[in-house]
């Protein structure tokens, strides 16, 4: 039995760039403006990545930045 401990992987907010300020996303589903929950950093040559929320219809959408 393995006893090591591997911890859940976490959104975390990371500060971007000046430049590059929040981005505003609508919902495709019903237009309304998504919600930005936080962003995950690039790993391993994977782009980083916005994550938001529409919650009126529950759907949750990323875009790479």
Not at 7 to 16: D, F, Q, S, V
């Amino acid at each position: 039995m393995s006893t090591e401990f591997t911890a859940p992987l976490r959104l975390r907010r990371i500060t971007p760039p000046l430049a590059d300020p929040v981005a505003h996303l609508s919902c495709e589903q019903c237009g309304s403006e998504m919600t930005h929950l936080g962003d995950l950093p690039a790993v391993m040559g994977a782009a980083a990545v916005r994550v938001f929320r529409c919650y009126p219809c529950n759907r949750i959408a990323s875009i790479g930045w």
